[in-house]
């Protein structure tokens, strides 16, 4: 158990519409990841953090916004969402501090679907 | 900007069978990690293994082994006595540096009893 969880785990949402994802870890580790996942592309980065404050675009983040107040907690924030934006999203934290190995530990995964 | 490709997007074997999937990758960099992760159909990703570039001596894990060749940007996955459990998506990663981790579009294996 890698201590991350996503919420919602499933939505359904239509397009124009504001959609939420969160991302919570339970050991605080600076570094945390949002990723797509889609058929033929495999996962691709959105947003990631370093820590409180400090974020950075992946190689998808149009459409896309982050935020990280807390250390534990990494919101990502489709502002109007679209149908280009189904997909399922993942979020991953490095464990750098206490295990530095490049590995990346993942969450469940929340699939979200634009209508 | 790192690239990885997996030229495979479905492969089946028969259980029992030895099976080997393929990745290549693309940097200038010359210390890095590679990985290869796995995806059940529960969606949750999980760490198959791992290597290290600067280390010459293949990683194992149990049925697990790969062949890097670090000169040719290749690293592959070979699952050795495949098992019905290890039905999945297979994702072939690179990442240095700064933590990121860039993923390949993914083989999906599947293993016939």
Request: hydrophobic share 30%.
């Amino acid at each position: 158990d890698a201590g991350i969880t996503q919420s919602p785990r499933h939505k359904v949402t239509e397009t124009g519409t504001p959609v939420t994802l969160r991302c919570h870890q339970t050991e605080n580790h600076r570094y945390m990841y949002w990723y797509r996942q889609d058929p033929g592309h495999g996962l691709r980065l959105i947003h990631y953090s370093y820590g409180v404050k400090d974020t950075d675009k992946g190689e998808v983040s149009d459409g896309y916004s982050v935020s990280r107040s807390k250390t534990e907690d990494f919101l990502l924030t489709l502002e109007s969402a679209t149908s280009s934006q189904t997909s399922v999203y993942f979020c991953a934290i490095n464990k750098k501090e206490v295990l530095d190995t490049g590995e990346l530990f993942f969450g469940e995964g929340s699939r979200l679907t634009v209508l | 900007a790192q690239t990885v490709t997996q030229s495979q997007p479905e492969m089946s074997v028969q259980e029992a069978e030895t099976v080997t999937l393929s990745c290549t990758y693309d940097t200038s960099e010359n210390n890095y990690y590679l990985f290869w992760y796995k995806q059940p159909p529960s969606r949750q990703m999980i760490l198959v293994i791992r290597q290290e570039a600067y280390k010459q001596q293949n990683a194992t894990e149990n049925r697990f082994s790969v062949n890097f060749q670090k000169a040719a940007k290749s690293f592959s996955l070979k699952i050795s006595d495949s098992q019905l459990g290890d039905t999945a998506m297979y994702f072939c990663a690179f990442g240095f540096g700064n933590e990121k981790l860039t993923f390949g579009t993914g083989t999906r294996l599947t293993i016939i009893p």
